[in-house]
DNA sequence: TTTTGAGTTGTTCGA
DNA sequence: GTCGAACAACTCAAA
């Protein structure tokens, strides 16, 4: 009877599991882990929204490996120091588990293979949640694409995709003893603040694979247009999940592939988001430093160099709770706060608002964010602001500047976004909320606050500052 | 090896 | 109201 350990990480689920799969098929008792290691999260420790995901997650895990008869093992402290623990007393002598890409988990996940290996461990390392590993995917002359057109061209011309793997049985789901419940790590907020999120939320492969039927069937036909309109749920929302592994890219292109070859389409226009996300441009200054000579002389300070302001103020408390005066940022800034999650083209807005009108870091915005955003994904979050803030990898316009009247009126037409999130404003005509300059009184009246600053001469401060940037 | 042209989730201005 | 140009920095892929 031979035993293997298999550790999940932020890979919570039983289908498409590469190194679940493979641990199943060599093994007849598999002992499944998750080890809470605070310690080893560094700077980027799981913001209060993600614990929360993380805790129904692994709630999730633990049920549906119990209608197997099995049981997730739940433990606490530093993550050799379990292991050995586990697997001596199990009995293993073999470890699995899926790759990480963050640059801190890369380093911890190479130090736990070592130790494990001098101690006379197998371990085994799969491919994890991505649907080509960063670094098989790379330009004629071997760097990361910066571009995204080409990126996804060649992504596109390795199709056929990879197919899914089936739900993992183990012939004998093993239980140690001294298992924690899922409680006991202390992941939900002390102060209850979740009720708006647990109604919109489902965390668990389950809960993801209901989302994604609900997409395949009504949203993706019309993906396209739909997904940019916040007040419709024409995106997936699949992100949360998708972060925690819970489901994958793959089976989600397999199942789009299939409902579009029933409905008589040749293929499916797959969303770029999703190829995105499953790209993980990873470098390992990425998260703190930015690539661009020009750009990463303004990164040190600020996202845009502060002309005429002595001391620049912390992250806008005005900006985090939803008050800034202008509609779209603070529906939002709102939406985040109540639900964790926020639509992707207002999450450009609300980020060109703090960076390029309020000038302030991209840190700052990244920051909260990853505080309180449920699919808080280290390379999507950091690479996104850096994206918005001018001073990405890729070879964005220095003058993109969002202008929030103009996005409202063009993606949330009828106000429906606004008034959901603003519901002080809801008596007001759509009219008067996309052009709220002109009406100050009227927003005024409804207990709405002035604008925190002139949106056009904000715009003009900040293109004057870029301009006046050396070059490099 | 060097050059050229497309691409880049936007806004504004003026015809 | 619609449309094209301007803003002007940089990467990638084809020529």
Redesign the pocket.
């Known amino acids: 009877m031979s035993t293997a350990l298999v550790l999940f990480r932020r890979d919570l689920r039983l289908a498409d599991n590469p190194a679940l799969h493979a641990a199943c098929s060599a093994h007849d008792r598999i002992l499944p882990v998750y080890v809470h290691d605070p310690a080893a999260d560094g700077d980027w420790a799981p913001g209060a929204a993600s614990r929360w995901w993380l805790h129904h997650s692994l709630r999730a895990l633990d049920q549906t490996l119990s209608c197997q008869d099995g049981r997730l093992h739940i433990a606490t402290g530093d993550t050799l120091t379990c292991i050995r623990q586990l697997c001596a007393a199990s009995g293993a002598r073999a470890v699995y588990w899926s790759r990480r890409y963050e640059p801190a988990a890369i380093a911890h996940d190479s130090a736990l293979k070592a130790a494990l290996r001098a101690d006379g461990i197998e371990v085994h390392s799969h491919s994890g949640n991505l649907w080509r590993e960063p670094w098989t995917l790379a330009?004629?002359?071997g760097?990361?694409?910066?571009?995204?057109?080409?990126?996804w061209?060649?992504l596109r011309a390795q199709l056929p995709a990879p197919t899914p793997l089936p739900i993992a049985r183990a012939r004998q789901w093993l239980q140690a003893d001294g298992g924690l419940p899922v409680a006991a790590l202390g992941l939900l907020p002390a102060i209850r603040w979740d009720a708006g999120m647990a109604a919109q939320w489902t965390p668990g492969e389950a809960g993801a694979r209901e989302l994604l039927e609900i997409f395949a069937d009504d949203a993706v036909n019309d993906y396209a247009k739909s997904r940019?309109l916040p007040a419709r749920h024409g995106t997936s929302r699949l992100s949360p999940h998708l972060h925690f592994g819970e489901i994958t890219p793959v089976q989600i292109h397999a199942l789009l592939q299939q409902r579009a070859q029933q409905a008589g389409g040749a293929s499916v226009r797959t969303s770029?988001?999703i190829c995105?996300n499953s790209a993980g441009a990873n470098s390992p200054t990425t998260c703190s430093t930015t690539s661009?000579?020009?750009?990463r002389r303004t990164s040190t300070r600020a996202s845009m160099p502060s002309l005429g302001r002595r001391t620049p103020p912390p992250c806008s408390s005005r900006w985090q709770r939803g008050r800034t005066g202008i509609p779209l940022v603070d529906a939002g800034m709102r939406e985040l706060w109540h639900t964790g999650w926020m639509h992707?083209?207002v999450r450009?807005?609300v980020a060109s608002f703090l960076t390029k009108n309020l000038r302030q870091h991209w840190h700052h915005g990244a920051r909260w964010f990853w505080d309180t955003l449920v699919d808080a994904d280290l390379a999507n979050n950091t690479l996104?602001w850096q994206?918005v803030a001018g001073c990405g990898?890729?070879?964005?316009?220095?003058?993109?500047?969002?202008?929030?009247?103009?996005?409202s009126a063009?993606f949330d037409p009828d106000a429906a976004y606004l008034k959901r999130w603003l519901p002080e404003l809801a008596a007001l005509p759509a009219r008067t909320l996309h052009e709220a300059w002109k009406n100050p009184s009227a927003l005024a009246a409804c207990g709405y606050p002035a604008p925190m600053v002139d949106?056009?001469a904000s715009?003009q401060a900040a293109l004057a500052a870029w301009?006046s940037l050396p070059?490099?």
């Open positions: 330009t004629d002359g760097q990361p694409y910066r571009v995204f057109t080409p990126f061209r060649r940019d770029s988001p995105a661009r000579t020009r750009r992707n083209r450009m807005v996104g994206w990898a890729d070879a964005a316009p220095y003058f993109r500047v969002f202008n929030p009247y103009l996005q063009k949106l056009a715009r301009e070059s490099a």
